[in-house]
Structures are given as structure tokens and as C-alpha cells.
């Protein structure tokens, strides 16, 4: 088990919380003061692995650190063999008023134990094949003979035969589109055709394809359901078709994370753009409570509270039901207080120890204490926040290890 970040990782650290980026795959070398919300957290997977779903809102101010937190939830939930996709909403390129562009940024993000820090949709097919592969050629499967009295260890035709059979069984959960482009998939990239295997894998990615495409692909495999594009309307659909695929394929379920650029938020878009926000927004939470193997976390935005007489007047109407599960989940949003001053000098130990491992120099730890004690109480606490505290104390240890040669 490593016991520090190797010197590239301790600099990628630094640069990255200089500039105010967060840097997702290494939070954990310098996160404190959050073990209480990563344990509601871990209740909330517990849950998703049981076959429940849920909705979690993550509430702080800008600068308390909710990307980074989302950082923590993304590698606690790999380590328990969840997928997991951090979705960034942004106005232009992913607003939350389109559940399309959703789904899209869901499968370009899909991060799975195996594959942490690339797009893993590639390798989770590759994975359902191997396993499907694995189920078939068993002692059993070999020993049965076919209609013409062979066995399937002699019989190699039949041997692929039971194999689609058995893929087709272990589709049965997902709808039958989704299933319908996994076959494809699997039998392009089987007779390696190349052209069928790209049209295949841009709409399980969730992209457009014109007609004639979508055609092309519907003819390609005999007793195959037509493909389609994914719409609004089917987009949620799609989000229980990968929580069912990736149970199928031996994870515990599906974590998506949506969190909002706080630069410029998609909620907040104008006109029907922000009523169509919100109202997917709350059709996403009671969706949430219906499906199964999902967990959904939002970052909320500091205004979040601010909307939410205008979301159940002018979203919701007389909908007392739906009212009343926006209140509920309201009511159990996951709050991320601001550090204590003992926090922020454990923070500040934590930030020495990854400048001494970045520049190989040793950095003295009461000096280290003392600043991060100063730092803190020189902002005002009306506008303290970890990423002011950050700011200003990494430039000063970068500063102090110049110093210590």
C-alpha cells in the first residue's frame, strides 16, 4: 500500500490546487475533516447494492470543497466495485435541461475498478463477453450434445450457438434497444467489421446516427429489435440500462455524479431552459426512488436554495406528491461545513508532506503549523473557505521548500 504520492503526482497535486483545479484521482492524499458525510455516503451505496435507488443533494458554499468531496465519493465507490461517472453540468456542452446530453457525458465518463482514470465502456463489453464466454465453456456446456449427436467441445458451430443464447438470457433485464446494440456489438466485433462495430459503439456512447445508419445497424443482425437513437424521453431508461449492465457484468451498480460548473451553473440557464433544469432535475429525484442500482449525487450551487419556492410554484404546481419528495430530499441534503482551525493545520501537514515528497527537500513542520494557524485567522470567517485557505498556503510551503535544500 502506498504510503505517499510518487514526486509526479505530489507536483500534479500542487500545480493543480494553485490554480484552483481540482485534481480528481488524488484527493484522497490531502482530504480531511469529512469522515462523517463519507460515512452517509457509504450507507447510500450499501443501499444501491441492495437494489435500491436514490438521489443525494451535496450542499456547501463555493470553495467548500464539493468537487473534492465528489473526488472521495468516486474512489470509495470504485473500491467497492461500482461504476462510477462524474458528469461537470455546464450551460453549453452538458446543461441538466437535457437528459440526452446527460446520458452522453455518462458513458464518456464511465469509470470502472479496472479502469479508474480512462473511459472504460470499451473494456466493460470486453469484460461481458469474456464472462459470457466463461459461462459457456464449462464442463456442463461441453458434455451436451447437439441435435446431430455431437458434443459442444466437438461441434464449434454450436459451441457459438449456445453462446448467443446464453447472451441473450443475461440481456433480459435491459430494454430491448440496449440489448438489441450489445448484440450487434458482439457480433461486429466477432467478424471484426469495422464499419458496423464504430455505428455500434458511437450510439451505446449515445451520439446521433442519421437514418440510414440507424437502419443499417437494424438490418445487420436477423431477429434483432431496431435500434433507435436515445431521446429525452428514453434517456432514464438508458440510465437503469447501464445499472442493470453493469450488475450483469459483476459490478455492485451505477454512482453518477452531477456537479455543477460553479463558474457558471447549467441550472441556471434563462427561460425555458431553467424551468426544463429543474424539472428534470426533480424528475431525475423521484426517478431516483423507483429504479434500482443507482445512486445519483448532486452538487447543488450556493443560489440552490433561493429557487426552491420558484421550482415548487412554477415546476411542480398542485403536484402535492412530487412536492412533497422534493421537500423530503431537501431535507436530508448532505452539508459540508467549513474546516476548523485544528482541520486546517492537519490540511497543512498533509501539503507539507506532499511538497517534501514533490521537491525531495525537507520542509519544517512546526513552521508549516504556525502558517497554516495565521493563514486561518487572516480570513475573515464570512468568506473562508478550503480553497481560499489552499490558495494562499501552497504558494507559501512551494515558496518555503525553495528555501530547504
Not at 466495485?81 to 453549453?92: Q, W
Not at 466477432?190 to 458496423?196: G, M, S
Request: charge should be positive; aromatic fraction near 8%.
Amino acid at each position: 500500500m502506498k504510503r505517499g504520492p510518487s514526486p509526479e503526482e505530489a507536483r500534479q497535486i500542487l500545480r493543480s490546487v494553485n490554480d484552483g483545479v481540482v485534481p480528481l484521482d488524488l484527493v484522497h492524499w490531502f482530504s480531511v475533516g469529512r469522515r462523517k458525510q463519507l460515512v452517509i455516503v457509504a450507507k447510500g451505496l450499501d443501499s444501491t447494492e441492495g437494489g435500491k435507488s436514490r438521489m443525494l443533494f451535496v450542499d456547501g458554499t463555493y470553495g467548500a470543497g464539493k468537487t473534492h468531496f465528489l473526488g472521495l465519493v468516486t474512489r470509495q465507490a470504485l473500491k467497492r466495485r461500482f461504476l462510477v461517472t462524474h458528469v461537470v453540468l455546464t450551460p453549453r456542452e452538458c446543461p441538466l435541461s437535457s437528459l440526452t446530453a446527460i446520458y452522453r457525458a455518462i458513458l464518456r465518463g464511465l469509470r470502472s475498478p479496472e479502469c479508474p482514470q480512462r473511459p472504460a465502456i470499451s473494456d466493460i463489453l470486453e469484460r461481458w463477453l469474456t464472462l459470457c464466454m466463461k459461462t459457456v465453456l464449462t464442463p456442463e456446456h461441453l458434455t451436451r450434445t447437439c441435435k446431430h449427436g455431437l458434443t459442444y467441445e466437438t461441434c464449434a458451430y454450436n459451441c457459438k450457438d449456445i453462446l448467443f443464447r446464453e447472451y441473450l438470457e443475461a440481456l433480459s433485464e435491459v430494454s430491448g434497444s440496449f440489448a438489441a446494440i450489445v448484440k450487434i456489438y458482439q457480433h461486429a466485433l466477432d467478424k471484426r467489421n469495422t464499419n458496423v462495430l464504430g455505428l455500434a459503439e458511437r450510439l451505446l456512447l449515445g451520439h446521433r446516427l442519421d437514418k440510414r445508419d440507424i437502419r443499417r445497424l437494424g438490418d445487420y443482425l436477423p431477429g434483432c429489435a431496431a435500434t433507435d437513437n436515445i431521446t429525452e424521453a428514453s434517456a432514464i431508461g438508458g440510465f437503469q440500462d447501464l445499472a442493470h449492465f453493469a450488475r450483469i457484468v459483476g459490478y455492485r451498480g451505477l454512482v453518477v455524479m452531477l456537479d455543477e460548473a460553479e463558474s457558471l451553473p447549467s441550472v441556471y440557464e434563462r427561460g425555458m431552459g431553467k424551468f426544463q433544469a429543474f424539472a428534470n432535475l426533480i424528475t431525475l429525484a423521484a426517478k431516483a426512488m423507483e429504479l434500482r442500482h443507482l445512486y445519483f449525487v448532486y452538487a447543488t450551487t450556493p443560489q440552490f436554495d433561493q429557487e426552491v419556492n420558484w421550482v415548487s410554484s412554477q415546476v411542480l404546481g398542485d403536484d402535492m406528491d412530487r412536492k412533497k419528495a422534493l421537500l423530503g430530499l431537501l431535507n436530508t441534503r448532505l452539508q459540508l461545513p467549513n474546516l476548523t482551525r485544528e482541520e486546517c493545520c492537519e490540511l497543512g501537514r498533509k501539503v507539507r508532506n506532499i511538497a517534501v515528497a514533490a521537491y525531495g527537500r525537507d520542509i519544517p513542520e512546526c513552521e508549516v503549523d504556525r502558517a497554516a494557524a495565521d493563514i486561518f485567522s487572516a480570513i475573515p470567517p464570512a468568506t473562508f473557505t478550503v480553497r481560499t485557505f489552499l490558495t494562499q498556503l501552497v504558494p507559501w510551503i512551494r515558496s518555503l521548500a525553495s528555501q530547504h535544500t
